[in-house]
């Protein structure tokens, strides 16, 4: 498979202050480079206020970066006009996390659905027959096309949300913690809709979570990120080499008691994006800290084919239990 997204590099820090304050910088995004292959579903994961979204939006380029690259297709997006900007993001779409905000409450769907054929210029054949077939394709019934979003259920207005994401047929979609305002059952609904779309469409995902449990089900490979900064790259049925990843996978919530694992607990408080420490972030919160962590920033280093992680004093691989694959309901 070729690569249809790679990353190099790329930072963004924020900075406030004025006239009266001293200005201040904020670290979102540190030095992050990945490659997602065409087809496959790379996993993001961490925290709140790891960066993991501001991520997404510097993929897409809603953002600009303070540092770094980002090809699209081999395709410097940098290099771009806003017209050809303008027509490169029909082949990069984004899903919503909160499906109750993602869409006008003066819109209906059929409104809703046809808005990414208006803002790129682009007039479909039939709208009555695109809409209904978008419809379709997320498992709604074309009788919904009148509706408003006060008209339905969360899980319908992230279908409704997907399906606009669709409609101008794009090669990567960014899903924004899709499944995070949802009920569990709805979740699953939704995880098994999107798994369907990949293999139908031959899509490529971009996932971003804070649930781990879900981003080694769904995903291919994961990013593990922690404030700003990627400490873990890793197969999804891979054991953590990394005491944050751990303590990760460790907090997700097990439901067979047999397989349930003892919970790392983390102390101490996470560092400020204003004020980092020289050394490792984590250092701070890890079970394994030493001086060395403290005072020197580690790098990613191989602990397997395919399997990274940025930790001076890794953990010792350790047998895993298998990870469900993925399938379709």
């Given at each position: 498979?070729?690569?249809?997204?790679?990353?190099?590099?790329?930072?963004?820090?924020?900075?406030?202050?004025?006239?009266?304050?001293?200005?201040?910088?904020?670290?979102?995004?540190?030095?992050?480079?990945?490659?997602?292959?065409?087809?496959?579903?790379?996993?993001?994961?961490?925290?709140?206020?790891c960066?993991k979204?501001?991520?997404?939006?510097?993929?897409?380029?809603?953002?600009?970066?303070?540092?770094?690259?980002?090809?699209f297709?081999?395709?410097?997006?940098?290099?771009?006009?806003?017209?050809?900007?303008?027509?490169?993001?029909?082949r990069?779409?984004?899903?919503?996390?909160?499906?109750?905000?993602?869409?006008?409450?003066?819109?209906?769907?059929?409104?809703?659905?046809?808005?990414?054929?208006?803002?790129?210029?682009?007039?479909?054949?039939?709208?009555?027959?695109?809409?209904?077939?978008?419809?379709?394709?997320?498992?709604?019934?074309?009788?919904?096309?009148q509706?408003?979003?006060?008209?339905?259920?969360?899980?319908?207005?992230?279908?409704?949300?997907?399906a606009?994401?669709?409609?101008?047929?794009?090669?990567?979609?960014?899903?924004?913690?899709?499944?995070?305002?949802?009920?569990?059952?709805?979740?699953?609904?939704?995880?098994?809709?999107?798994?369907?779309?990949?293999?139908?469409?031959?899509?490529?995902?971009?996932?971003?979570?804070?649930?781990?449990?879900?981003?080694?089900?769904?995903?291919?490979?994961?990013?593990?990120?922690?404030?700003?900064?990627?400490?873990?790259?890793?197969?999804?049925?891979?054991?953590?080499?990394?005491?944050?990843?751990?303590?990760?996978?460790?907090?997700?919530?097990?439901?067979?008691?047999?397989?349930?694992?003892?919970?790392?607990r983390?102390?101490?408080?996470?560092?400020?994006?204003?004020?980092?420490?020289?050394?490792c972030?984590?250092?701070?919160?890890?079970?394994?800290?030493?001086?060395?962590?403290?005072?020197?920033?580690?790098t990613?280093?191989?602990?397997?084919?395919?399997?990274?992680?940025?930790?001076?004093?890794?953990?010792?691989?350790?047998?895993?239990?298998?990870?469900?694959?993925?399938?379709?309901?």
């Open positions: 498979m070729s690569d249809l997204l790679t990353v190099n590099g790329l930072s963004r820090r924020f900075s406030d202050g004025g006239l009266f304050r001293k200005r201040k910088v904020f670290h979102a995004v540190s030095d992050v480079s990945f490659t997602l292959k065409q087809g496959e579903i790379l996993g993001v994961v961490g925290e709140s206020g960066g979204s501001t991520l997404a939006r510097l993929v897409l380029r809603l953002i600009n970066p303070s540092e770094g690259q980002v090809q297709d081999g395709v410097d997006m940098a290099s771009l006009s806003r017209g050809d900007m303008r027509r490169l993001r029909q990069m779409q984004l899903v919503f996390q909160d499906p109750y905000s993602a869409i006008d409450p003066r819109y209906s769907v059929r409104d809703a659905l046809l808005e990414p054929y208006r803002v790129q210029g682009v007039k479909p054949k039939s709208t009555d027959e695109t809409v209904a077939s978008l419809l379709d394709m997320v498992g709604l019934n074309s009788s919904l096309a509706s408003y979003p006060h008209q339905l259920s969360g899980g319908q207005k992230q279908r409704v949300g997907i606009r994401a669709l409609a101008l047929n794009p090669s990567l979609v960014v899903l924004d913690e899709p499944t995070a305002s949802l009920d569990v059952s709805v979740q699953a609904q939704i995880v098994a809709l999107l798994e369907r779309l990949r293999q139908e469409l031959g899509l490529t995902y971009l996932f971003i979570s804070h649930d781990l449990g879900l981003v080694r089900y769904f995903c291919d490979q994961i990013l593990v990120m922690y404030l700003g900064r990627i400490v873990e790259v890793m197969p999804s049925g891979a054991a953590p080499a990394h005491p944050y990843t751990r303590a990760l996978l460790d907090s997700t919530f097990e439901p067979d008691p047999k397989r349930r694992r003892s919970i790392t983390l102390a101490g408080e996470i560092p400020s994006g204003y004020d980092l420490p020289p050394g972030a984590f250092a701070n919160r890890c079970p394994r800290v030493t001086d060395l962590c403290r005072q020197v920033l580690p990613l280093t191989s602990q397997a084919s395919g399997h990274q992680a940025a930790c001076h004093h890794p953990l010792t691989a350790v047998p895993e239990l298998a990870v469900e694959q993925r399938s379709v309901a």
